[in-house]
């Protein structure tokens, strides 16, 4: 169950679009300001503080639910789509495949790369811009993190335009587009955005219980074989490392097999030469991918140097893509 606090706004340490980085007593804390509006140093706060308590993974964040300091917030939505629905920050998002017709659309072999963890998406993007390829658009799930403005890294690959555009689908928020679903954001990255490849990802912060099936890292399956559905050509991006301490994800990643293993569509796997893959279902290709080192990004704290497996193997979805524009 949640847990609730109530503090004074100290400071605003940044600001984007959709989101805060404030302290609260001193404390560090987000307001998404596309649910509750912004806060000003001095107003007071109802705070959860929930997944600091339990020592998650939201960077010590706590998450700002209501300003004490405002009787009302109306921020009038662009239609009667809801996201969030039925809890107390249900919004109205909108949705943007209103209006593109009924009949199935075809992705006309736009290749999809799923990838199971948020930071796989910069080692793909960079090595799909350094082979060449052309529009890369980022769709969000809500298999982690909700508001795309939680998202440093998608924030920043945006300012460098590795990436075209943002869609943000089920109950993640805040792109430049909302889709309902998955496939609907396939359908919208190609019509919208003239995508010539698009990376399906969750957004920050993973959910699992270390078990094969209790995981939202299993959301590369619906993903993939709605593109293969679609006419998009579907690459799994693999998940592998040389450097993590769990041994369920030392090597090649139990959830990369189990997905291998539940796919019903034929989709292109990807791998660094160091890295096997043994699966005749799947069209396993070799690639050798650029070198991403110098990427500012890390999965659970660990750098492209401290575990090169597992940025190599996402680069190499990244360059299977661009081969197909």
Same mark, same amino acid.
């Given at each position: 169950?949640?847990?609730?606090?109530?503090?004074? *706004?100290?400071?605003?340490?940044?600001?984007?679009?959709?989101?805060?980085?404030?302290?609260?007593?001193? %404390?560090?804390?987000?307001?998404?300001? %596309?649910?509750?509006?912004?806060?000003?140093?001095?107003?007071?706060?109802?705070?959860?503080?929930?997944?600091?308590?339990?020592?998650?993974?939201?960077?010590?964040?706590?998450?700002?639910?209501?300003?004490?300091?405002?009787?009302?917030?109306?921020?009038?939505?662009?239609?009667?789509?809801?996201?969030?629905?039925? !809890?107390?920050?249900?919004?109205?998002?909108?949705?943007?495949?209103?209006?593109?017709?009924?009949?199935? =659309?075809?992705?006309?072999?736009? =290749?999809?790369?799923?990838?199971?963890?948020?930071?796989?998406?910069?080692?793909?993007?960079?090595?799909?811009?350094?082979?060449?390829?052309?529009?890369?658009?980022?769709?969000? &799930?809500?298999?982690?993190?909700?508001?795309?403005?939680?998202?440093?890294?998608?924030?920043?690959?945006?300012?460098?335009?590795?990436?075209?555009?943002?869609?943000?689908?089920?109950?993640?928020?805040?792109?430049?587009?909302?889709?309902?679903?998955?496939?609907?954001?396939?359908?919208?990255?190609?019509?919208?955005?003239?995508?010539?490849?698009?990376?399906?990802?969750?957004? =920050?912060?993973? *959910?699992?219980?270390? &078990?094969?099936?209790?995981? !939202?890292?299993?959301?590369?399956?619906?993903?993939?074989?709605?593109?293969?559905?679609?006419?998009? #050509?579907?690459?799994?991006?693999?998940?592998?490392?040389?450097?993590?301490?769990?041994?369920?994800?030392?090597?090649?990643?139990?959830? &990369? #097999?189990?997905?291998?293993?539940?796919?019903?569509?034929?989709?292109?796997?990807?791998?660094?030469?160091?890295?096997?893959?043994?699966?005749?279902?799947?069209? *396993?290709?070799?690639?050798? =991918?650029?070198?991403?080192?110098?990427?500012?990004?890390?999965?659970?704290? #660990?750098?492209?140097?401290?575990?090169?497996?597992?940025?190599?193997?996402?680069?190499?979805?990244?360059?299977?893509?661009?081969?197909?524009?």
């Amino acid at each position: 169950m949640p847990n609730f606090r109530t503090g004074t *706004v100290t400071a605003i340490k940044e600001e984007r679009r959709g989101l805060q980085k404030i302290e609260v007593d001193g %404390q560090p804390a987000l307001v998404l300001t %596309q649910l509750i509006g912004p806060v000003a140093v001095g107003d007071r706060v109802v705070i959860n503080t929930t997944a600091v308590d339990l020592d998650l993974g939201t960077g010590g964040y706590h998450l700002v639910h209501w300003n004490l300091a405002r009787e009302s917030w109306e921020n009038a939505g662009p239609g009667h789509i809801m996201k969030l629905r039925y !809890t107390s920050l249900q919004a109205d998002t909108g949705a943007a495949e209103d209006g593109l017709g009924q009949d199935l =659309p075809d992705l006309g072999g736009v =290749p999809v790369v799923a990838c199971s963890v948020h930071s796989q998406v910069a080692a793909v993007v960079a090595a799909y811009a350094q082979s060449g390829g052309g529009r890369m658009v980022f769709v969000m &799930t809500d298999g982690g993190a909700l508001p795309l403005a939680h998202s440093d890294l998608i924030v920043r690959l945006t300012a460098e335009g590795l990436i075209a555009g943002t869609i943000t689908a089920g109950h993640a928020f805040g792109g430049d587009l909302e889709a309902v679903t998955v496939p609907s954001a396939l359908w919208l990255a190609r019509d919208r955005f003239n995508a010539d490849a698009v990376v399906v990802a969750p957004g =920050p912060g993973l *959910v699992g219980t270390g &078990t094969p099936l209790g995981t !939202t890292a299993l959301d590369v399956v619906a993903t993939l074989d709605a593109a293969a559905a679609l006419n998009g #050509r579907p690459i799994l991006c693999v998940r592998a490392s040389s450097a993590d301490s769990r041994a369920r994800h030392v090597g090649l990643s139990h959830h &990369t #097999r189990t997905a291998l293993r539940m796919l019903r569509s034929r989709v292109e796997v990807p791998v660094p030469p160091e890295l096997h893959v043994a699966d005749d279902r799947h069209a *396993v290709t070799t690639v050798e =991918p650029p070198d991403v080192s110098g990427l500012a990004v890390t999965t659970m704290g #660990r750098t492209p140097e401290d575990d090169p497996l597992y940025f190599r193997a996402a680069a190499a979805a990244g360059v299977a893509a661009a081969r197909h524009r």
